[in-house]
């Protein structure tokens, strides 16, 4: 009887109301938890500049990264509803220099690359101007993508965003030498609240809604996102987007012949 969109309207009713009340209740912890994070981070300097023993220090420190671990979450919750009940608009405009724009986000992430002397990198061939939402795409989809390569690759290990542009469509895959995701629950790892199920040695801490965010993100824009095995180990995460959103949809293999044909909306 249950459904993940809610086909029956019973189902429907109950999905709308533990929606609002997540909403409401992110909103409302929202305040206390930046004001934890705050003071947290300001009595952790206080006490450096004061002499103050390691083990306080890193007592501080971690209810520093603790509270900003749950800030997050509840910046997952509230972004999954505002993309579910439509109020995060998709608001493509033209960028002209793309690969421009991948550099750049991979710099912010650099810093912490090199301090795990993970090999950090960008290829990229072909890239056509893009009309996207693409400061939402970044902050939604390919931030967090990184942002996981980089927690489940080991010390000493390589990440690698490959971007290419053909037959209309964009594709950018993060590849790393972390642990793999089974066949069996690469689906669920693009949906809500799943992480808490999976078995595998790739399962986030918290809620699990980074991934489920971007995947809604994707198909706003036609695309499409996936995870397959790189090689020789570890997970490659697979984002296709039409260079015009919302014009254009990227077709599942087995439909309309090339990975990346396309179609209109219209057609």
């Given at each position: 009887?249950?459904?993940?969109?809610?086909?029956?309207?019973?189902?429907?009713?109950?999905?709308?109301?533990?929606?609002?009340?997540?909403?409401?209740?992110?909103?409302?912890?929202?305040?206390?938890?930046?004001?934890?994070?705050?003071?947290?981070?300001?009595?952790?300097?206080?006490?450096?500049?004061?002499?103050?023993?390691?083990?306080?220090?890193?007592?501080?420190?971690?209810?520093?990264?603790?509270?900003?671990?749950?800030?997050?979450?509840?910046?997952?919750?509230?972004?999954?509803?505002?993309?579910?009940?439509?109020?995060?608009?998709?608001?493509?405009?033209?960028?002209?220099?793309?690969?421009?724009?991948?550099?750049?986000?991979?710099?912010?992430?650099?810093?912490?690359?090199?301090?795990?002397?993970?090999?950090?990198?960008?290829?990229?061939?072909?890239?056509?101007?893009?009309?996207?939402?693409?400061?939402?795409?970044?902050?939604?989809?390919?931030?967090?993508?990184?942002?996981?390569?980089?927690?489940?690759?080991?010390?000493?290990?390589?990440?690698?965003?490959?971007?290419?542009?053909?037959?209309?469509?964009?594709?950018?895959?993060?590849?790393?030498?972390?642990?793999?995701?089974?066949?069996?629950?690469?689906?669920?790892?693009?949906?809500?609240?799943?992480?808490?199920?999976?078995?595998?040695?790739?399962?986030?801490?918290?809620?699990g809604l980074g991934l489920a965010n971007a995947s809604l993100f994707v198909q706003r824009h036609?695309?499409?996102?996936?995870?397959?095995?790189?090689?020789?180990?570890?997970?490659?995460?697979?984002?296709?987007?039409?260079?015009?959103?919302?014009?254009?949809?990227?077709?599942?293999?087995?439909?309309?012949?090339?990975?990346?044909?396309?179609?209109?909306?219209?057609?």
């Amino acid at each position: 009887m249950t459904s993940e969109d809610g086909s029956c309207p019973n189902c429907r009713n109950l999905k709308e109301k533990m929606d609002g009340a997540l909403s409401s209740v992110s909103h409302d912890l929202k305040s206390p938890l930046s004001a934890i994070a705050g003071f947290a981070a300001m009595l952790g300097r206080e006490m450096e500049d004061s002499g103050a023993g390691e083990r306080w220090l890193e007592i501080v420190n971690r209810m520093d990264r603790a509270a900003h671990a749950a800030l997050e979450m509840v910046g997952d919750i509230m972004a999954m509803a505002r993309m579910e009940a439509g109020k995060e608009p998709v608001e493509p405009e033209w960028t002209y220099a793309p690969a421009n724009e991948l550099a750049d986000l991979m710099e912010t992430f650099r810093m912490e690359a090199e301090a795990k002397k993970i090999h950090f990198d960008l290829v990229t061939g072909f890239l056509p101007p893009v009309k996207w939402d693409f400061r939402r795409i970044r902050y939604h989809v390919l931030n967090n993508i990184v942002s996981n390569a980089l927690k489940f690759t080991p010390q000493g290990g390589s990440i690698t965003m490959y971007a290419h542009g053909e037959n209309g469509v964009v594709t950018i895959a993060v590849e790393d030498s972390g642990p793999g995701v089974p066949v069996s629950e690469r689906e669920r790892n693009f949906q809500r609240f799943e992480q808490a199920g999976l078995a595998s040695d790739r399962v986030f801490k918290g809620a699990g809604l980074g991934l489920a965010n971007a995947s809604l993100f994707v198909q706003r824009h036609g695309g499409r996102i996936s995870v397959e095995d790189a090689q020789p180990n570890g997970a490659r995460f697979v984002v296709e987007l039409p260079v015009i959103a919302g014009e254009q949809k990227v077709m599942p293999d087995g439909e309309g012949g090339a990975l990346s044909g396309i179609e209109t909306e219209a057609a």
